[in-house]
């Protein structure tokens, strides 16, 4: 009798913790939340997250546009962080008060704070190539090329940075800290952002905005910008340094494909007569080495060239291209898979009433082809796809 009352217990708990079908927008486990895409696309939390030990890392989906996310509600706190536990993805917080996100990636736990932080979701990028063209900075020297931040929010905020050794501050600082500053990429240019170097370095093992003792040097830091801003002024935010230079950019020409038919007896493809003439560049998306999947930055920027472009009677020509790394035919085939991806995200943000024409043009009009043992980031100019429209 003692067995079956326990099991009966059992089945009735789950029956209570579990909602029915008809409470399908947020399910309940304890002080826990998991959202559905209508409602948040995530979890939250309203009691204190504990990370170090064994809780490793904390990982949201953030490759599509409608980013998962963990929501930190006001009643919520987190501490322990660090860069063996924090959350690689986007993180929300309900404070009302400053609020430290404890965001990372690639073992780099790069927190982010901020002082009124309702709203506001943020995430941390490394390893991502999407920056590293120099032709895009006037003067700009980024920290490091392969990381930044996006932090999105509706509301004026004050925004701290941190870095610490693994960022090389000295060498792109010649070892004047005050010559740091916050940069924030708005969908074409970096641009500076009037900074302040925070006298001590952030306390970020836990989630309230405090300072240790220790002074901000080469080698740890926070930095922070110097009037609250509306977050979503920016598409990304990183670290680095102004000189006040003017870089000329290469013509990025299109000319028309000269790639021989040797190696490609078996792919089909469009003609190989681009005719631009009527049409105005909108922008590029860039690509990393041999890939052909958008990166978080280019997903940003390809929702603010749909968002320009929409409403307009005008046609869409993608022209796809690669380095000179591998064969013709492969190259031919990564070009025309790129501009199929961009085109499919442009589809997805509203502009499938649009007529999008694509064509690529493998490796044939890259700009570097002459340097056989150029590095991959150096050619990350000709990974790319060509955006241009034309109105009807």
């Excluded at 979701?121 to 990381?147: H, P």
């Excluded at 950019?249 to 190696?263: C, F, G, L, Q, T």
């Excluded at 009527?278 to 990166?295: D, N």
Aim: proline share 3%.
């Amino acid at each position: 009798m003692f067995k079956i009352l326990k099991i009966h217990v059992f089945i009735i708990t789950l029956i209570v913790a579990f909602p029915s079908s008809a409470q399908r927008n947020i399910k309940a486990l304890g002080k826990l939340y998991v959202h559905n895409q209508s409602s948040g696309s995530g979890i939250a939390l309203h009691q204190n997250r504990i990370f170090g030990g064994d809780q490793g890392i904390l990982s949201t989906a953030r490759d599509t546009g409608e980013d998962a996310q963990i929501l930190f509600s006001n009643a919520s706190s987190w501490q322990g962080a660090s860069s063996l536990s924090y959350v690689d993805g986007f993180v929300k917080s309900n404070h009302d008060k400053a609020f430290i996100f404890p965001v990372g990636s690639n073992g780099h736990y790069k927190p982010v704070a901020c002082s009124k932080p309702k709203g506001v979701t943020a995430a941390y990028f490394s390893n991502d190539s999407s920056f590293d063209v120099e032709e895009f900075y006037d003067g700009i020297v980024l920290l490091n090329k392969s990381e930044y931040w996006v932090v999105q929010g509706t509301l004026p905020t004050q925004m701290t940075f941190t870095w610490d050794m693994s960022d090389k501050i000295t060498k792109v600082t010649e070892g004047d800290i005050n010559k740091l500053k916050i940069l924030g990429f708005d969908g074409s240019s970096w641009k500076v952002l009037e900074s302040k170097i925070e006298p001590f370095c952030l306390d970020a093992k836990n989630s309230n905005k405090n300072y240790l003792k220790a002074p901000s040097s080469l080698n740890n830091g926070a930095i922070s910008t110097f009037k609250e801003i509306v977050p979503n002024l920016y598409m990304a935010y990183a670290l680095g340094v102004s000189n006040g230079a003017k870089i000329k950019r290469p013509e990025n020409k299109i000319v028309a494909s000269r790639v021989s038919n040797k190696n490609r007896s078996n792919t089909k493809r469009r003609s190989n007569k681009i005719n631009l003439s009527t049409h105005i560049k909108v922008g590029s998306i860039h690509f990393p080495f041999t890939e052909s999947k958008i990166t978080r930055y280019s997903t940003h920027l390809l929702q603010k060239i749909a968002k320009d472009l929409k409403g307009g009677n005008i046609k869409i020509k993608l022209v796809g291209h690669a380095d000179f790394y591998g064969s013709h035919d492969f190259n031919y085939k990564l070009g025309l898979a790129r501009a199929n991806a961009v085109k499919n995200m442009l589809l997805k943000q509203g502009l499938n009433t649009v007529e999008v024409d694509i064509v690529s043009n493998g490796e044939s009009a890259a700009i570097k082809n002459e340097c056989e043992n150029c590095h991959s980031k150096e050619t990350l100019i000709d990974r790319r796809v060509d955006i241009y429209a034309y109105k009807n």
